[in-house]
């Protein structure tokens, strides 16, 4: 993908320079993710590039030279830690002059974090209120709560996106906090990263790690796996629940859950195809919880309970962006891709003994 949309922009826009930032550069990409770049022209005929390569969308923003050099800064702060993936001197220079625009602008002075600490606490305590009130005032903090976090740390403020990958790089425990609140949403979790964003928290709130991995044999833990496939494909893919929950999701499929706090956060389910096999399937996590490892915690835990079960091998359709992964966890590919009701998939397993 990355090489086929370098080309592209090198055939249509002859560019000076081309900068690769975002999930595409630092590696934390998925299927939703877009191709974020930027390319420096003599000309252009336009500001923007949203064309499809490969079937991932470009969000290309397009600058003339004269821009690069003395333009707005806000249209290029995205240039600060770019890659420079193509450059005639141009796109040095276009990141050296993002860079001091930063480094000046990075300090807070001791007044407005004060101010900014003031403000945090008064909204704590009028999310105490009942009803509507004190809800909307919740949701304003929490959506005022990250560019908080950096002023007070003296770190500029490039955007949620940005920031997001620096705290979880930076600070695993803010991180965790952070990623709570915004999946829960609940008066407790709020104010726990509002804490911790003034420097208020206790230390073992923000250190506490509370996954838990569960088989679900009761009913409510079925519920939360059920939960976890509705928000995460159900409703980013347009699928039915006829067709998400099918004639496999029965009295007899195993469901493994993993949960933050009692949060259902990840899912998988599993039945037998044969006296040796076992399906694994509708591996799920929610998006704000990706990327941390769960997806592999729950395929292990899958993988546990079926060879406690007496199966040989673990079966999967994986669809085939995800066949990495799984080759990762000792998969191997076992047939020809094939097209599904949704997805295009391909079956892999994975010896248990």
Known sequence: M???????????YRPRAILLYGSYQYGGYDEYSDFDCMIVSDE????????????????????????????????????????IAMDDGIGQQLQQRVRQYV???EKTDSGEKERIVSRVRKALCRMQKPGDEGNSNAVSL???????????????????RKAEHFLEQNDPAGFALYRRAIALRTAESI???????????????????????????ETWQQAGAYYVRIQAMAKKHHITLCQEFDGHDGPETKYVVVTD????????????IDPAGM??????????????????????ECEKWAAELGSEKAVLESRDNKVDFYRKLGYAVCGEPSDGDTFRCVRMEKSLR
Not at 63 to 69: D, G, N, R
Not at 262 to 270: L, N, Q, S, Y
Not at 279 to 300: D, K, N, Q, S
């Open 2 to 12: 990355r090489n086929a949309a370098i080309e592209y922009l090198k055939r249509t």
């Open 44 to 83: 252009k005929t336009r500001a923007h590039d949203s064309r499809a390569i490969g079937g991932v969308f470009l969000d290309c923003r397009i600058v003339t030279a004269e821009e690069a050099l003395n333009g707005e800064m806000g249209p290029l702060l995205p240039a600060y830690d770019a890659e």
């Open 103 to 105: 480094r000046a602008r």
């Open 142 to 160: 929490l959506s005022e709560s990250l560019g908080d976090y950096f002023l007070l740390r003296d770190l500029y403020f490039f955007g949620s």
């Open 191 to 217: 104010r726990e990263w509002a804490e911790y964003v003034i420097g208020e928290s206790k230390p073992e709130a923000a250190a506490r790690s509370d996954f838990s991995i569960l088989r679900g044999t």
């Open 261 to 272: 706090r009692d949060f259902p956060v990840a899912t998988a389910r599993m039945y037998p």
């Open 279 to 300: 399906m694994i399937g509708r591996v799920v996590v929610l998006p704000e919880y990706r990327h941390r490892g769960i997806g592999t915690m729950v395929v292990r």
